[in-house]
């Protein structure tokens, strides 16, 4: 979507390739409970649904249309995804491996995204832990580009995180609809199918690229991301807000600059980023300070010889929070 699309369907954080028992995750109230039961419902629809569609995204007054094909067979999921309107962009997943073509610009950026999903960011195994930090609850039964769907809502129990309005299909626990509100409680941004097709026959044409990443005047990015352990190399996280841990630890190449951390932070629901990068020169990733596009807040400060930038869809204080509390021993 606008920040940019790619981000919000398959986010920076995935679940591990195997579901705990849902039982223990839902020893809440009845409604609790079938609020909890109906997110299991989202996560496994993600992994298990093949379907075509187009949908809109609005970020405050700025709005976006794209197009998803959304395939899972025997070598698992495939994707294809182009803008509609705006800049031109195209991205293609095959399971961890995320191409995304930028024909005004004639770039390729390649990324290796180990445990990355799509949106939204549930963590099956941390569903247990969702209700500490969130009250979560049916709401009415509405529809939604003709499929009646569940609402479920999501409320925060502190200002360190996002507060989420989830309409799901009834039949296939499929998510149709999202709106994300800020610690204020305003909305930020959402998305919406305006139109879908869920199952039946989906043709594998429809993931093909239009572009290819061989063509000699294309420019290609490569961000070369490999698994660590950063603590090894004395970065640490001294504290995260409640409810966040790491799942996720990277090297990569980012802007040109190679052997840039990146660690992935969530709280079973939202996903942070901290991107630590050698200070060859005076600026970070982002300008030093916090910065906000819509629901994602930016986060940069020095710490010695490297910039510490976290992003993350967040409130600041959270973002901010995390910042402050990444730390380097030697």
């Not at 995804?81 to 293609?92: A, M, S």
């Not at 049916?138 to 989420?164: L, S, T």
Request: glycine content about 8%; hydrophobic content about 40%.
């Amino acid at each position: 979507m606008i920040r940019p699309l790619a981000l919000r369907l398959w986010g920076t954080a995935r679940a591990l390739p195997f579901l705990l028992p849902v039982s223990a995750a839902l020893a809440q109230t009845d409604t609790s409970t079938s609020a909890l039961q109906w997110l299991q419902r989202v996560y496994t629809a993600t992994q298990k649904l093949s379907y075509s569609g187009v949908f809109v995204y609005q970020q405050g007054q700025q709005f976006e249309t794209s197009r998803i094909t959304h395939v899972v067979d025997a070598s698992g999921p495939r994707e294809r995804l182009e803008t509609l309107d705006g800049v031109p962009r195209e991205i293609i997943r095959t399971r961890d491996e995320v191409v995304c073509y930028l024909p005004a610009s004639k770039a390729v950026k390649i990324d290796k995204q180990y445990g990355s999903r799509v949106f939204p960011d549930i963590l099956p195994e941390r569903l247990k832990d969702l209700s500490e930090n969130y009250d979560i609850r049916k709401g009415e039964i509405e529809r939604v580009g003709g499929y009646d769907c569940q609402v479920i809502v999501i409320e925060p129990k502190d200002r360190m995180r996002y507060g989420h309005r989830f309409w799901v299909d009834l039949h296939s626990g499929m998510l149709l609809k999202a709106k994300t509100f800020d610690e204020n409680g305003e909305m930020v941004e959402q998305f919406a199918f305006t139109q879908l097709q869920i199952g039946g026959a989906i043709g594998r044409e429809k993931l093909k690229a239009r572009f290819s990443r061989e063509s000699r005047d294309w420019r290609v990015e490569d961000s070369g991301a490999v698994l660590t352990n950063l603590a090894e190399a004395g970065w640490t996280i001294r504290s995260g807000p409640p409810g966040f841990r790491t799942v996720t630890e990277l090297l990569r190449t980012l802007g040109g600059t190679s052997g840039v951390g990146h660690i992935v932070l969530s709280d079973g629901l939202a996903a942070v980023s901290v991107f630590i990068q050698p200070a060859k020169t005076k600026q970070p990733v982002s300008r030093p300070g916090l910065v906000r596009q819509g629901a994602i807040n930016v986060y940069a400060r020095q710490v010695g010889d490297h910039w510490v930038t976290v992003v993350g869809e967040a409130p600041a204080e959270s973002v901010k929070y995390i910042a402050d509390a990444v730390e380097f021993r030697k």
